[in-house]
């Protein structure tokens, strides 16, 4: 989950009012002017006297954000890992169709979680990876597979024109589910969640 406020940021000699948002690893403010910082720009990140300090490329950036600057500077420092952001928690049981990495699959049963190569009832999670839109056809068999309360990840390639966000969306919602949570699952691969609809439990 990102973070969001309005604060006044001081760089360059100047200060500006408008909104800073943290979200997929990019400190973006948006108002009397336009700063968009990767984490991996960043060279320090410090919270002083109700200031987010952060340097970067050569320049400094002051947001002031209060008692919350120490939240933030926290978040940025010791963001969540793939398996908390997807998560995943011991005992859970998780089933994983298709062509997942096998560093991936050995980080699963590491954090404890019960998996399954192959459509298992009763699956806390299942993870679908669906490299083209053919591979959106095995949604609905996927979702079968889910507790009540479960959820279905799916896993598709970034920038591509065959498969898009729009197009897992509609056939995630085309087999009755909801969709909850979108998250960067790697630099080349984007992963959106589905539930089934609490009316349908």
Not at 122 to 138: C, E, I, Q, T
Request: net charge positive; with cysteine.
């Amino acid at each position: 989950m990102g973070l969001e406020a309005k604060c006044r940021v001081s760089v360059d000699g100047e200060a500006h009012e408008g909104t800073l948002q943290w979200e997929s690893a990019v400190l973006l403010f948006r108002g009397g002017c336009r700063l968009k910082i990767p984490r991996a720009e960043m060279s320090s990140v410090a919270s002083r006297d109700g200031g987010l300090i952060v340097n970067f490329t050569g320049r400094e950036a002051s947001f002031q954000l209060g008692a919350a600057a120490a939240k933030w500077a926290d978040k940025i420092l010791n963001p969540p890992s793939l398996l908390d952001k997807l998560g995943i928690k011991s005992g859970q049981r998780v089933t994983v169709i298709g062509g997942f990495e096998e560093a991936f699959l050995t980080s699963l049963q590491e954090r404890g979680a019960v998996v399954s190569l192959k459509p298992a009832a009763g699956s806390d999670l299942v993870l679908l990876a669906a490299p083209g839109p053919k591979d959106l056809g095995k949604i609905a068999r996927a979702a079968g597979s889910l507790t009540s309360a479960g959820g279905l990840w799916i896993v598709y390639p970034k920038g591509q024109k065959a498969i898009t966000e729009m197009g897992v969306l509609e056939a995630g919602r085309a087999a009755g589910l909801t969709d909850v949570k979108v998250v960067s699952f790697s630099e080349t691969h984007t992963g959106l969640k589905f539930v089934v609809p609490r009316k349908s439990r």
